[in-house]
């Protein structure tokens, strides 16, 4: 069996999917926010992965590479969408360009690694820990998972338990206070409400998941 690898399309037919995923879940995720914020963040979703969606053709044939793929996408989130979660999930896919500038395709341990760079530049922007409520919650557990890859383990099971330990985090925030972002002004009002981006990045990295394992059936 060969090694898995992950080439530049399989980050673009991911895009597609997370163009999909932000329609059929944008009720939700905007429901979500209601409680607690504004309302907007399946709306901010839509905006911004519709808009990816659109310049896909043209990132696939004029990106030299996997990372000038990733900060394109990054940059049309950030430039399209508002509020809080548009630059936080930017800069999540704009980093991720940190370790494959002149690749064509990954490792699944470099994919570790990728998610490793995303995080950590939305905890440089946002500035949010575990515990904050906030889509850190959902991000953290995940990456405990993935740091602890290793090239013996199977690619689909890792990123699996990857998105089981994110939704866990997403359901930790139910009990929190808020203490980044908008629901922070509600105090204990925020306690009994699930935060909205810890719940969408799990779904988008479901997305990465639902890709790879089609992938891996074509590989097997
Ligand atoms: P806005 O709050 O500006 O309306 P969205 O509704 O699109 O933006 O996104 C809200 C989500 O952004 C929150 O549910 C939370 O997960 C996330 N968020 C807000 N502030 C931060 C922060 N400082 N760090 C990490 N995530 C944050
Ligand atoms: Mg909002």
């Known amino acids: 069996m060969s090694a898995l690898m992950l080439t530049k399309s399989y980050f673009i037919e991911t895009f597609k999917k997370l163009a999909e995923m932000a329609e059929q879940n944008r009720d939700h995720l905007s429901k979500l926010d209601s409680d607690i914020g504004d309302g907007d963040h399946g709306i ?3 905006i911004g992965f519709r808009e990816v969606e659109k310049q896909l053709p043209t990132l696939s044939e004029t990106t030299a590479d996997i990372a000038e793929l990733m900060k394109k996408v990054g940059m049309i989130l950030l430039s399209k969408v508002g509020g809080a979660s548009g630059p936080l999930y930017g800069s999540f896919f704009m980093k991720m360009a940190t370790h494959t500038v002149g690749k064509q ?3 699944f341990k470099e994919f570790c690694q990728m998610y490793q ?3 950590e530049a939305v905890q440089f922007r946002g500035k949010a820990e575990v515990g904050d409520k906030t889509m850190v919650d959902a991000l953290i557990p995940g990456l405990d998972v993935l740091k602890n890859y290793q090239e013996r383990d199977d690619p ?3 990123l699996q338990t990857c998105v089981d330990e994110m939704k866990k985090g997403s359901d930790n925030t139910i009990a929190l206070i808020a203490k980044k972002g908008r629901s922070m002004r509600l105090g204990e009002r925020a306690i009994g ?3 909205a981006g810890s719940e969408s990045s799990w779904m ?4 990465f998941l639902e890709q790879l394992k089609l992938e891996n ?3 097997a």
């Open 117 to 119: 760079d995303g995080v």
């Open 105 to 107: 395709e990954v490792t």
């Open 44 to 46: 901010n979703l839509t």
């Open 193 to 195: 409400h699930r935060d």
């Open 217 to 219: 059936q074509q590989n």
């Open 156 to 158: 689909v099971k890792t």
């Open 204 to 207: 988008i990295i479901n997305q």
